[in-house]
């Protein structure tokens, strides 16, 4: 999702300077007289490669054209997260709401199973497969392990250089969306062990994030731990509310007022 929304302002951007630089070139051939006047002059297109309406260039006061920047968001970003926000609403209404059942007795490796298992069988473990997916210039060597790479963490939006290494690894976390011992107290204890570890190693419930932000989290809910960065809140909340539904958890009355709180600003 926020990648998706990423790749729009990139792509959006990238039309944008493409466009005053026609719109700047075509202002000098205009005074050379190498161009036909603006009357003459067709009107090129403003239409950038996401379907969006990009720079054009409108006459000032004193007759140079003036670039106009593209409207950010975008009524397609707009419309995307709008209908993200309703289904996670939709979503939520039918989750359970009640309290926590008691943490007694939870343990992560006995009831999620080691950290990290190869559930999807593809020869590398849950781990190094969230690292390539969220890290950026991924250095692979032997197709498993991630030895570098650079995250942009969503939680802060911090970018953090990643490299293989007693000391470094640690900078870069795996956090789980839906904490596990979250989990554990809001239904997961009626689970069997492959749903459980299903959970642990879902990568809807999975994101490459800073080390403080994992630190500070802890095992806290919507309602008391959300993202530094504002605008990944409503992509937190949504994947918190997807998983839930998915491994049949329940919230509790405070998580579900926040998750509602987080989704009304969407």
């Known amino acids: 999702m926020t990648s998706r929304r990423r ?5 959006t951007l990238s039309a944008t300077l493409i466009l005053v630089g026609i719109a700047v070139v075509g202002s000098a051939l205009h005074a050379t007289g190498a161009l036909p006047s603006q009357a003459e002059a067709p009107s090129p297109a403003s239409t950038s490669a996401t379907g969006t309406t990009g720079a054009t260039a409108e006459p000032t006061a004193a007759g140079v054209p003036e670039p106009t920047r593209a409207s950010s968001p975008t009524a397609t970003d707009r419309a995307d997260t709008d209908a993200d926000a309703d289904r996670a609403r939709a979503l939520l209404a039918t989750l359970p709401v009640k309290g926590k059942a008691p943490a007694t007795g939870y343990d992560r490796t006995a009831d999620f199973g080691t950290a990290w298992l190869d559930v999807d069988h593809n020869g590398c473990d849950t781990r190094n497969d969230v690292l390539a997916r969220d890290l950026t210039d991924v250095v692979r060597p032997g197709g498993c392990r991630v030895m570098s790479g650079v995250l942009v963490s969503p939680y802060t939006g911090q970018t953090v250089d990643f490299v293989r290494g007693e000391t470094t690894s640690t900078l870069v976390q795996i956090d789980h969306v839906v904490a596990l011992e979250n989990a554990w107290t809001t239904g997961a204890q009626q689970l069997t062990e492959a749903e459980r570890q299903a959970l642990a190693n879902d990568p809807e419930n999975l994101f490459a994030v800073d080390q403080h932000s994992n630190a500070q989290k802890r095992s806290g809910d919507a ?3 959300l993202p530094a960065d504002t605008a990944f809140r409503c992509t937190y909340v ?4 997807t998983v839930k539904s998915t491994y049949r958890l329940w919230v509790v009355p405070a ?3 926040a998750m509602l709180r987080v989704l009304a600003r969407c």
């Open 7 to 11: 790749r729009r302002n990139r792509l």
């Open 223 to 225: 309602a008391t731990w």
């Open 238 to 241: 949504e994947h918190q509310i």
């Open 255 to 257: 998580e579900r007022d």
